[in-house]
């Protein structure tokens, strides 16, 4: 585990506190507004986060000095894996982390670890790939429709059954990396698969590696690992968030095929997690830090010229580590699949537009759908069971509380956030082009040719 002790920022930065405390001195207004702000109960708070880009809201908000206008003293700390950050946000070594948006749902009906881990923020959208070695890519490459000399996007899964069935028929596994079991990566991978015609195996209570049946054999493997655990062979491909895709273009070790924004429009990535009890007992500070993390993110999406910047950050070794150039490929609007084959993604990172740190319940209730898919939620339930559960660990009463507070001060506009009822109504999308209601998960779930339905076991 590495620690981060807190960064210095620059001297502007330190100029504009001590220019800013001289102002608030002199305004007979501003001390009877600061007075009438809750105070945070805890103000000494560390925080956890995995070596990805998609921790840049914490970053910012840390970096920017959101969290120091909110009263906040605030450490980042980077995580070994997502299990040890998990278990340390439990047992309160943690005061929060950048979690993967499955943990605090699987946490919550006890798969893996069972503890009550809420979360009131989602972090971003998109900004995961699905990578393959380059011995795996040149089999896939004659199957795939081409236009111009390249690959026709999105590339579907299809091609790649076509080389696991060669494999099979030679027994030879074919192995994959996911960071975690209940992570985004998981059942984005999964769902590319299944939607190929490929089966990527169930969960059961006797055996927890989700591979009962499979034909392609699932792993987890750390998030900065996966490159070279692909180059040496151990697996074949991964989906991995950034920037751990690019890396593997910038090496020559493999190619993006797919992007999780063409598995599934707008899929939401990140939350930021915490313990019931930590909420509790810290309500005004638990929104301070809801507050400080919008403005980051509406920072993040505000310019170019914030996304280069927000780049030079993240590439320090205290947070991503990476070269900026691997950083820069993905958060700057484009990305790169075959090394030279760069694409516009706009949409590839999304940190505040579309509404992407609201908690929606329909965004939980599509991860548990999949849960029960793959065999994580071993017995059928009924659709309340979906709905009680995502309003157990969705918390948007305090984003909405972070949400006013922010319009009252200024700094955002009602606008910004959405009017809704926590669904985002009838979702498309998909790259198998199944449509989603979150109102209606057991639906969703009959419309699958694999995976579990209904009263389905293994």
Sequence with gaps: MTSTSKTPRTDTRRRRLLAGAAALAGTAAWPLARAQKARPEKEQLKFGFIKLT???????????????????????????????????VIDGQLDGAHMLAGQPLGASIGFGTKADVITAFSMDLNGNAITVSNAVWAAMKPHLPMEGGK?????????????????????????????????????????????????????????????QKADVLLSVTPPPQMPATMEAGTIHGYCVGEPWNQQAVFKGI?????????????????V??????????????????????????MWLDASMKNRIEAVKILSRPAYVGADE?????????TFEFEKGDKRPAPDFNVFFRNFATYPFYSDAIWYLTQMRRWGQIGESKPDAWYHDTAKKVYQPAIYLKAAQALIAEGKAKA???????????????????????????????NKFKIGLKAADKV
């Design 151 to 211: 690959p026709v996007h999105p590339i579907k899964a299809d091609a790649l059954k076509k080389v696991v069935d060669v494999w099979k028929s030679q027994g030879k596994p074919f192995k994959m990396g996911m960071v975690f079991p209940v992570s985004t990566h998981n059942y984005e991978l999964r769902y590319w698969l299944a939607a190929g015609g490929l089966n990527p195996g169930y969960y059961t209570e006797s055996d927890v590696t989700g591979t």
């Design 272 to 297: 930021f997690g915490v313990t019931r009890g930590w909420s509790d007992a810290n309500p005004n500070t638990h929104v301070a830090v809801v507050k400080a993390m919008i403005r980051a993110c």
């Design 54 to 88: 998609d921790c840049a809201p914490l970053v910012i908000a840390y970096e920017k000095g959101y969290f120091e206008d909110e009263g906040l003293n605030v450490t980042l700390e980077a995580q070994a894996n997502w299990k040890v950050l998990l278990d340390r």
């Design 325 to 333: 150039a691997v950083i820069a490929n993905s958060m700057t609007g």
């Design 254 to 270: 493999g190619v993006p095929v797919v992007t999780d924004h063409q598995i599934w429009k707008n899929n939401p990535e990140k």
């Design 415 to 445: 606008t910004d956030f959405p009017t809704t009822d926590g669904y985002k109504g009838v979702q498309d999308g998909f790259i198998d082009g199944v449509v989603y209601d979150g109102r209606k998960p057991n639906d969703y779930l």
